[in-house]
C-alpha cells in the first residue's frame, strides 16, 4: 500500500494507525512527538500517552526538538523524518498485524556521538503496568484494562523496563560512539493489543500469553516451519569423575577421534528413527592438533547426509569447552577476556561482552562449520551473569548484560549463516533468562540437563525427566510467553537401574513430550537400542518413525498448543490441542497412579468451533473409533467425558461424522469388519478382561446381521485352559448393530483404589490381626481428594501443607506395574436369524463415571496412625523354581504419596505375608523417591484374590 500525505517542512499534524486490535495516534510538533494509544480491540482506553523516543549522551537527554522535514502515513504505515542539532532520524511505524504495531528509529549523527541508552517507549497511565521479567532482562510491560490488554516490548532478548509513578520507560543502553554520517538503526519496539480471558494459568492473563506468544512467533519468520528431531553421540554409561577425567572409559562411546567405527551404526539407527540432526564430539575448542582425521569427518558427514541425517559440532559457550571430552586438557590463557566479578576476581568463565573474545570464537566455530558442511551446532553451559570488566569495552555492572546478549546474538548469527539448514541447539545454562525472543535465532530450546526438580512419583527414570521437562515447558510458556513450538525435550535413555524398563515408558516418554511442542531429541538411544532384541528394537523403530512422520504432516497445527485441564504435577491430568477449526488433535496426558476422568471441551478452549457432528478417533494407545457419551458422534461444543487409564497418554483425532458410508463402520472395538463366504467377521484383538461396547454401522443396503458369535478355535487354545470370550447382543435395528464383548480370561490389576479404612496404632493393629485384612470398616476410594473440585492440582507437597487436608489424604493408593496379561486375538461372527428372537433394547452409552464428589470427613482427620485393607486378583505370577524372570519382567506394587517426607514409617502384607516397602531413589536427584515393593517370590498367589494390608504413619 502506497504511503500517502506527504508533506514537506511541515510544522504539526497527526497520523493515526488503525487496526481492529489496535488504534495509535502520533503527534508531531517542533517540541517533540508524542504517542498515545486511542482504542485496543475497538473499545476506548484510559489515557496512554508519551514521547515517541529519547537517547542519552552523558548527562543530556535528546529527543526529537526541531525541524521536521517531512512526513508520510496511511492508515498501516507512517514515516516521520526531522533533524535535531545532533541527528538527521526517521521514525518508522508499520501495523504488522491488526493488533501490533512495530517502531524502529534510524539515527545519522551530523558529528561524532557518544550514546548512552537508547528509550524507544515513554508513557504515562494511571495504570501501574506489570513488569514481566527474568531474573536477568526485562520482556514486557504489560497493561491491563477491563476487557483488554496492552504490551510492550524490545525486539531484543535483552532489554530495561522502568517505573517511575505514572511513566514507564524501555530502554537499552548500547554505549557507543557514533561516527558522522554513520546510519545507526536501532532495535525495534513493538506495541500489541490482547483480548483479556479473566483467566490466569500462571501469572498472566491466558490472553496476554496468547497475544505475546504470536508476537514472537510472527514478529520475525522462523528459521523453520517442521519438527527438529535431533540425537547426539554422548554416552554416559562409563562416567567416573576423578580430577580432569570424566569418562572412566571410552567403550561403546563415539567420536571424531575415538571408536570412530561406531558413529556410522549411531547414523544408521537414528535415521530409521527419523532423525534430522546429530551433533557429535568433540567440540571445536576442544581438538587438539593431529586427533582428527579431516578425511574422515567429510566422508562421515557425506555418509550421514545420505542417511538424510544432518551432522554437527559442538562449543561449550563461556567456558569454550567441554569438560568430559577435552582429551587433551586444552586451555585459553586469555584472563583479560574473563568476566570479573563486583570484586575484580575473575569468574572463570569468558565474557561474550568482549568483542575479541567474540571474534575469536566466530572464527573458530565457523571456519570449522564450512570446513566439514556442518549443520548443527550445540551451545553448551551458558553463564552470562554481571562482568564488571574495565577493559571489555562494555559498562561495568547491570547494563553489561546487554552487551553480552548482543555478543552472543552475533555468534549465533555467524553460525546461522553458514547454512540455511544451520540448527543452533542450546543446552544447559541460563538461557531461560533471555527467553522468549531468543527464539528467533536458536529455535529448538532445551533448557536444562536431565534433572528431575518436582516431587513427581515414578519408578522409570526416563519418564520421570519427560514430566519433568513438560512441567518446565508448559511454565516457561506462561511465565516467559515462549511458543511451545521452540521447546525441545531430550528423551535421554542414560538411566539404567530404573525399577521399571524404559521399553515400557518410552512411548508414554515420546508422546507426553509431543502433547505439548513438536521436537524431540533422542539422547543415548543407539546404546539402548542395541541392548534390545530384535522384536523390541523393530518395534522402537516402528513406533518413532511413525510419530514423528505424523508430526511432520500435520505441522502447521503444532504451531499453536492449546492447554486445559491441569497444569502439570502430581494429582493432574493435562489436555493438550493441536486444531484448527472443526477438526484437530487432542492429547490427554495421565501421569498418575490411578485412572482419571475428564471433562474435554470441544469448542474454542481447545481451538475448535462449531455444532458439527463429529467423530472420534483413537489413534493412541489403541487405534479405533471411540463410542462417545453420546453414542458414535457428537457436536462440536458439547464436551467429551473420558476416562483415561493410569500412566497413559490418550492421542484423539476430531474428524466430520461421515453423511454416507459405503461399508461396515465399527465404533468401540480395534481392528476390521471383512466380509467372508457371505456372512460379516469382526478381527479384533484387547487385553485380558476388558469389556467394551461395540456399535457396527451398515450401509443403507445392507441387510443388518442380529447376531453375534465368537470363534471358539480362535485361536485355539487347549481343553483344560479353555476361556470363553463372552458377547452379549443389545441392539439390532434398521441402520446398526451393538452388542457387549468381554474377553476371555480375567483382567489383570492396575490401580487399587478401593480400601478399607481404620484408625489405630501399629501394636493394636498387630494384635487384632488386621494383617489378614478386613471388611467390616468404613470403605473409601482414594485419592481421598480425587475429584473434588475445591481441591486445586497439581497438589505438590508445600500446596497439601496449605490444604485441610490430614494425613490419611497424603496416601494415594496403590498401583500394580507389570501384572502380566496378554492380548487376546478373536474373531466375531455375525450372522442373521429369525428376527422375532431378537430383542433390541435401548442403548446406554452412559458416561464412565462422575468427576464431582465431596470431600469425605476422614480426609481432614489429624490422626497420624492408619490402617488399609484392599484386595485385587492376580491371574498370574512366576513361582521360580530355579526359572525365575529377569528383574524387567517382575509386577512390582507401586504406594504413591502426595509428600514423603511426611512418611515414618510403612509396612504392608500380603495374604498375612510381610513384604518389604522400599524407596526407589532417582538417580537425577537421590533426594526424590518413589515408594515400592516388588511381588516377585512375595505372599501373593496368582489365579486368586489377594489381600492387601497397608500401615503407616505420618510426622
Not at 162 to 179: A, D, E, V
Not at 903 to 926: F, L
Amino acid at each position: 500500500m502506497f504511503l500517502i500525505n506527504v508533506n514537506f517542512n511541515v510544522y504539526a499534524g497527526t497520523a493515526t494507525l488503525r487496526g481492529s486490535g489496535i488504534e495509535l495516534q502520533i503527534r508531531y510538533e517542533p517540541n517533540g512527538i508524542y504517542e498515545r494509544i486511542i482504542s485496543l480491540n475497538n473499545s476506548k482506553i484510559d489515557a496512554l500517552e508519551g514521547a515517541a523516543w529519547m537517547v542519552t549522551s552523558g548527562e543530556r537527554n535528546l529527543k526529537h526538538e526541531g525541524e521536521i522535514e517531512s512526513v508520510a502515513s496511511n492508515l498501516e504505515q507512517v514515516v516521520i523524518k526531522g533533524k535535531t542539532p545532533e541527528f538527521k532520524w526517521e521514525l518508522n511505524y508499520k501495523l504488522d498485524s491488526p493488533t501490533r504495531t512495530t517502531k524502529t528509529l534510524y539515527l545519522t549523527p551530523l558529528k561524532d556521538i557518544g550514546i548512552d541508552k537508547i528509550f524507544l517507549f515513554d508513557m504515562s497511565s494511571s495504570i501501574t503496568p506489570i513488569i514481566a521479567k527474568t531474573e536477568l532482562q526485562d520482556i514486557a510491560a504489560i497493561y491491563y484494562f477491563q476487557d483488554n490488554g496492552f504490551f510492550a516490548s524490545l525486539n531484543f532478548p535483552a532489554s530495561f523496563i522502568r517505573s517511575h509513578g505514572s511513566i514507564t520507560r524501555i530502554f537499552y543502553p548500547p554505549y557507543t560512539t557514533l561516527r558522522a554520517g554513520q546510519l545507526y538503526q536501532c532495535h525495534s519496539l513493538t506495541i500489541g493489543s490482547a483480548k483479556l480471558q479473566k483467566h490466569a494459568t500462571y501469572t498472566y492473563d491466558d490472553g496476554m500469553v496468547d497475544a505475546v506468544d504470536s508476537y514472537v512467533q510472527q514478529q520475525f519468520a522462523p528459521r523453520f516451519n517442521r519438527p527438529l528431531v535431533l540425537s547426539t553421540s554422548i554416552n554416559n554409561r562409563y562416567t567416573q569423575p576423578q580430577q580432569s577425567s570424566i569418562f572412566y572409559t571410552m567403550k561403546d562411546h563415539p567420536t571424531l577421534n575415538y571408536n570412530t567405527d561406531l558413529l556410522k551404526r549411531e547414523i544408521e539407527v537414528i535415521g530409521k528413527l527419523g532423525v534430522e540432526y546429530y551433533q557429535v564430539w568433540p567440540g571445536v575448542f576442544d581438538w587438539s592438533s593431529g586427533e582428527q582425521d579431516p578425511n574422515f569427518i567429510c566422508q562421515f558427514v557425506d555418509f550421514a547426509k545420505a542417511k538424510r541425517v544432518k551432522v554437527g559440532g559442538y562449543s561449550g559457550t563461556n567456558l569454550l569447552f567441554c569438560p568430559h571430552y577435552n582429551f587433551c586438557n586444552i586451555s585459553l590463557n586469555k584472563p583479560e577476556w574473563q568476566m570479573v566479578r563486583r570484586d575484580g576476581k575473575n569468574s572463570g568463565g569468558f565474557c561474550f561482552g568482549n568483542p575479541e573474545f567474540v571474534k575469536y570464537y566466530e572464527e573458530a566455530v565457523v571456519n570449522e562449520a564450512k570446513k566439514f558442511n556442518f549443520e548443527i551446532h550445540c551451545l553448551d553451559f551458558l553463564n552470562i551473569g554481571l562482568c564488571f570488566a574495565e577493559n571489555h569495552g562494555h559498562p561495568a555492572g547491570e547494563y553489561s548484560i546487554y552487551h553480552q546478549i548482543k555478543g552472543l546474538i552475533n555468534l549465533m548469527d555467524r553460525i546461522n549463516q553458514v547454512s540455511p539448514e544451520m540448527l543452533i541447539w542450546p543446552n544447559s545454562g541460563n538461557w531461560k533468562e533471555f527467553l522468549p525472543k531468543l527464539a528467533w535465532w536458536a529455535p529448538n530450546l532445551y533448557l536444562t540437563d536431565p534433572f528431575i526438580a518436582s516431587p513427581w512419583q515414578g519408578l522409570n527414570m526416563t519418564r520421570l525427566l519427560d514430566d519433568s521437562r513438560r512441567q518446565q515447558m508448559v511454565d516457561l510458556h506462561y511465565t516467559y510467553f515462549l511458543p511451545y513450538r521452540f521447546f525441545c525435550n531430550a528423551q535421554y535413555f542414560c538411566c539404567r537401574n530404573s525399577i521399571v524398563p524404559d521399553i515400557r515408558n518410552y512411548q508414554y516418554g515420546a508422546l507426553s513430550t509431543w502433547a505439548v511442542c513438536p521436537n524431540i531429541c533422542l539422547g543415548e538411544v543407539r546404546p539402548w537400542i542395541d541392548e534390545l532384541n530384535p522384536e523390541r528394537q523393530k518395534e522402537v523403530f516402528a513406533f518413532y518413525s511413525k510419530w514423528i512422520k505424523f508430526i511432520k504432516q500435520n505441522y502447521n497445527l503444532w504451531t499453536t498448543t492449546y492447554h486445559t485441564g491441569d497444569n502439570p504435577g502430581m494429582g493432574g491430568v493435562e489436555v493438550y490441542s493441536h486444531t484448527k477449526s472443526d477438526s484437530g488433535f487432542i492429547f490427554v496426558v495421565n501421569p498418575q497412579y490411578w485412572n482419571k476422568l475428564v471433562d474435554i471441551p470441544l469448542n474454542e478452549q481447545l481451538g475448535l468451533s462449531g455444532t458439527d457432528l463429529c467423530e472420534i478417533k483413537e489413534l493412541y494407545p489403541v487405534e479405533r473409533l471411540r463410542l462417545t457419551p453420546n453414542g458414535p458422534f457428537i457436536k462440536l461444543g458439547e464436551t467429551l467425558r473420558v476416562e483415561v487409564a493410569a500412566q497413559q497418554v490418550l492421542v484423539l483425532e476430531i474428524v466430520k461424522a461421515p453423511l454416507t458410508i459405503t461399508a461396515p463402520r465399527m465404533y468401540g472395538l480395534p481392528g476390521t469388519v471383512e466380509k467372508i463366504k457371505g456372512n460379516y467377521v469382526i478381527k479384533t484383538s484387547m487385553p485380558q478382561g476388558t469389556t467394551e461396547l461395540c456399535e457396527i454401522h451398515f450401509p443403507a443396503n445392507i441387510k443388518v446381521p442380529n447376531f453375534v458369535a465368537v470363534d471358539a478355535n480362535y485361536p485355539k487354545q487347549p481343553p483344560r485352559q479353555f476361556y470363553a470370550t463372552d458377547t452379549k447382543l443389545i441392539s439390532a435395528k434398521a441402520s446398526h448393530l451393538v452388542f457387549q464383548c468381554t474377553f476371555r480370561r480375567e483382567l489383570a490389576p492396575t490401580q487399587l483404589r478401593k480400601w478399607y479404612v481404620r484408625d489405630a496404632n501399629y501394636s493394636e493393629g498387630i494384635n487384632k490381626n488386621y494383617i489378614l485384612g478386613w471388611k467390616d470398616s468404613p470403605q473409601y476410594d482414594f485419592p481421598l481428594f480425587e475429584g473434588d473440585q475445591n481441591i486445586k492440582m497439581p497438589l505438590w507437597p508445600n500446596n497439601f501443607k496449605q490444604t485441610s487436608l490430614g494425613p490419611l489424604s497424603n496416601f494415594c493408593g496403590s498401583y500394580i506395574e507389570n501384572a502380566f496379561s496378554e492380548q487376546q486375538p478373536t474373531l466375531i461372527h455375525l450372522k442373521s436369524k429369525n428376527s422375532s428372537s431378537v430383542v433390541s433394547q435401548d442403548v446406554d452409552y452412559s458416561n464412565p463415571g462422575q468427576i464431582s464428589t465431596s470431600l469425605p470427613e476422614i480426609a481432614k482427620s489429624k490422626k497420624s496412625e492408619w490402617w488399609l485393607s484392599s484386595e485385587f486378583y492376580l491371574p498370574f505370577i512366576t513361582y521360580g523354581y530355579g526359572m525365575d524372570p529377569f528383574f524387567d519382567d517382575h509386577a512390582f506394587l507401586v504406594v504413591p504419596v502426595i509428600d514423603i517426607s511426611k512418611i515414618m514409617t510403612i509396612r504392608a502384607w500380603i495374604n498375612g505375608s510381610p513384604i518389604e516397602i522400599r524407596a526407589y531413589r532417582y538417580p537425577r536427584n537421590k533426594g526424590l523417591n518413589c515408594l515400592y515393593s516388588d511381588l516377585h517370590d512375595s505372599g501373593v498367589r496368582g489365579g486368586s484374590k489377594n489381600t492387601l494390608v497397608i500401615y503407616f504413619s505420618s510426622n
